[in-house]
Structures are given as structure tokens and as C-alpha cells.
């Protein structure tokens, strides 16, 4: 539903401005999440305002902008509060929705919206404040008053993923909040490979010198001003340096990158096998397809924290300039019977972005997937008509992330 404004906040107003009264449960979440819970309302939709209504996430402003739609539309609507469930986000939860629409981390106001007939107009009757943070995958209630520093979020690209000893590998920085001054360190590990100032939201370094091996990369933003902007790191990117010239045709070797777990117990995961053969479908046909090695995830923290995992893969480079873009690789997922409410993240078809973007291996929420998970799935590859004959190999990094 959308339509003309009669409420709306100041624009530009802090955090927790507005009518209130909106309470949800809980209070915090996961962003990869389908639901957020509930709401209740302590201020029932005006009289003129009550042919339906629903809970969502604005932009402040006259009028607001309608962000992310999280509940059903309520009818048969009363001087008492409405109340209900937060359960239309669907598969990906906010994460999803955030990165369809461009949407950064920080604060969002969550809106009961109150639809006159026909919907031609609305009012926010009443109103509550969150703070997402798309790099930690958490959302919260933010309880209201000043919003201090603005919260930055730090992601790191590197180009080659898979290079040979001295070959070039350039790392991009790209940091959030708007007009966000400050540098960033480049670490292989803990050992730093150098900084550079953040100019247009990003920092760059070419490193050369990265021997033989798999290497765990970090960016770590520091703002010149602490109070304006909030320091940040990105997540680990893996990139090897091989000291061959790689496999046979169609061999997709897989690394992996476990972060820091906290609390007692651990989250692991390993991966079996060196390589993922790619066979031709049929003759003629420039299909592949291959099984993806088993990967087992094992959580015995006390906590059960959730977890999920991801993957995304380097272009297959061949002889000389010779290459097939990652875009071309596609999976299908899949989880064994034995793990406890692990779910399997969507297929993932050839073609623009495939799995050149990341994408979601298996997810499982808070209290569930103790024990060993069994994942894998089966591969994909459309190679281009025009792409020369011969032997190419990629690298599928594999990460697992505690929520």
C-alpha cells in the first residue's frame, strides 16, 4: 500500500524521535533471519485511518520514504492497538531486501502505518527505532536519544583472488557513511601490508610480495575523527598464491576462511577433497557439471549461535589472457537429512552475477545446527560459445561465519 503522508518526522531527526509507542519482540535479531517476531502497539490507527495497516521500515522525511514491508496488512481494525507477527521478509531476511535496494547499516525508524479507505492516505501512529549492522548480520532496537558516530561498515575486494608468486594483487577498501574520512590498514593475518588514505569511500593497495600459500586478508579503517565515524574491519577475503600453473580441465580447487568463534566450545568447518572436477554434460554442449566437495560444519558451542555459510568464486583463468568470468558458475545447495534445521540457500543460476557474487551455501538460526553438518551441492558451468578450448581452473573461496 502506499499513498499521501499525513504524519511524518522532522527530517533529519535524531534517533527515537517520533510518536513511539511501537514495541517489537524481541528486541535484537539476525539480519539472514525470515522473521523479525512481533509487534504490539500501545496507540490504536485514528478513526479515519483504519481500513488497514501494517508495520514498516521508512526513511525519514516529508513524506517518507517506504523502505521494507515486515508485516501482512491488518483489517477489521479498532480502537484497540493492533498487534501481529514481522514475517514477510522471506528467505535472505533484511539482508536480502538491504542489499536488493542499496541500503547501508544504521538506524531505521519501523513504522505502524495506518491506510485510510482506499489507501490514498497514510499515518505513522505509532513509531520505534533499530540500528542495522549489515557487516555483523545483526539488527537491534536502539533505545532512543543522540546517535552519536556514525556507524561504518568496511568491505574488502581483491583482484586476483588465485596469482602466481610476484604476480600483482590489488586490494580495494570500500567504507560506508557518507563522507567518512580516516585510512586503511591492509593485513595479511596480523602482519600489515600497508595503508592508504579513504578517498571517495575507498582505499586501494597492490601487494606483489604475497608468497606461496593462502593468505587471510583484512581491512581496518581507522576515521580521522572518532566521534564523527566509527572504526571498522572487513571479513576475512582468502587469496592464494599457487606455485604451479594449476589443474586439469575444469578443476575448481576450494579454499576456506573460518573467523575468530566466541565463548566456550568451537565452531569449525573443513572441507574434503583437493579439487572439484567439472565433466562436459553432453557432447556439444558447453554445460559442466561437478559435485561440490563435502563440507562439514561442526558446532558444539554451548550458545548455538547459529551460523551460515557462503561462497563465491575467482574468474577460470587458462592459458595466457584466456578466461571464463566466475558469472558462469552456478550451484544448486545442499544439506544432509542429519543436520539439525540447517537450511540450504537458494540455487544460484549461470549467468550475470552467478557465483562471481556471494552467495548463501546453508544458514541456521540461533539454538539450532549443533553438532556435524554435511554440506554440498552440485556445480554448474555455462561456458561462452566464443571461449578458446583448453584447461582452466578457479578457486571457490568457502566462509563460515557465526551469527
Not at 509487534?39 to 479515519?48: K, R
Request: proline letters at 6%; hydrophobic letters at 35%.
Amino acid at each position: 500500500m502506499a499513498g499521501a503522508v499525513l504524519y511524518a518526522p522532522a527530517a533529519q531527526a535524531d534517533v527515537g524521535d517520533g510518536p513511539g509507542g511501537l514495541t517489537l519482540n524481541p528486541t535484537s535479531g539476525s539480519t539472514s533471519a525470515e522473521t523479525m517476531g512481533t509487534f504490539t502497539s500501545t496507540i490504536a490507527c485514528p478513526t479515519a485511518n483504519r481500513f488497514a495497516a501494517n508495520v514498516q521500515i521508512v526513511r525519514e522525511g516529508t513524506p517518507p520514504t517506504l523502505l521494507v514491508r515486515l508485516s501482512e496488512n491488518i483489517f477489521g481494525l479498532s480502537d484497540t492497538p493492533p498487534s501481529g507477527g514481522l514475517d514477510v521478509l522471506g528467505a535472505g531476511g533484511l539482508a536480502r531486501i538491504f542489499s536488493e535496494q542499496g541500503l547501508p547499516s544504521g538506524d531505521y525508524q519501523v513504522a505502524l502505518l495506518c491506510f485510510n479507505t482506499g489507501a490514498a492516505q497514510f499515518v505513522a501512529a505509532a513509531t520505534t527505532w533499530i540500528h542495522v549492522d549489515l557487516a555483523a548480520g545483526t539488527w537491534a532496537v536502539v533505545d532512543g536519544g543522540d546517535p552519536g558516530a556514525v556507524t561504518t561498515t568496511t568491505t574488502l575486494n581483491a583482484q586476483p583472488t588465485t596469482a602466481q608468486p610476484g604476480q600483482a594483487v590489488t586490494l580495494t577498501a570500500t567504507v560506508s557513511g557518507e563522507g567518512a574520512t580516516g585510512s586503511v590498514e591492509f593485513l595479511n593475518g596480523s602482519a600489515s601490508l600497508g595503508t592508504d588514505d579513504v578517498s571517495g569511500g575507498t582505499a586501494t593497495l597492490t601487494v606483489d610480495t604475497l608468497p606461496v600459500g593462502l593468505h587471510s586478508l583484512t581491512a581496518k579503517f581507522t576515521p580521522t575523527d572518532p566521534a564523527a565515524f566509527t572504526p571498522s574491519t572487513s571479513q576475512a577475503v582468502a587469496v592464494r598464491i599457487s606455485g604451479g600453473t594449476g589443474g586439469g580441465s575444469g578443476n575448481q580447487s576450494l579454499n576456506v576462511t573460518v573467523p575468530q568463534g566466541g565463548g566456550s566450545g568451537e565452531l569449525t568447518m573443513s572441507v574434503a577433497g583437493d579439487a572439484v572436477d567439472l565433466e562436459q554434460v553432453s557432447a556439444g554442449d558447453l554445460a559442466f557439471r561437478g559435485q561440490l566437495a563435502t563440507i562439514t560444519v561442526t558446532d558444539d558451542r554451548p550458545s548455538l549461535a547459529g551460523w551460515y555459510v557462503t561462497g563465491s568464486t575467482s574468474d577460470f583463468t587458462g592459458t595466457g589472457t584466456d578466461k571464463i568470468g566466475g558469472e558462469n558458475l552456478g550451484w544448486t545447495p545442499e544439506v544432509a537429512d542429519a543436520c539439525d534445521e540447517v537450511v540450504a540457500g537458494s540455487p544460484v543460476t549461470p549467468g550475470s552475477p552467478g557465483l562471481k557474487q556471494e552467495a548463501t551455501l546453508a544458514t541456521v538460526d540461533a539454538g539450532k545446527g549443533g553438532g556435524d553438518c554435511a554440506l554440498g551441492g552440485t556445480l554448474e558451468l555455462q561456458v561462452p560459445e566464443e571461449t578458446p578450448a583448453g584447461d582452466y581452473s578457479a578457486t571457490l573461496t568457502v566462509t563460515l561465519v557465526s551469527k
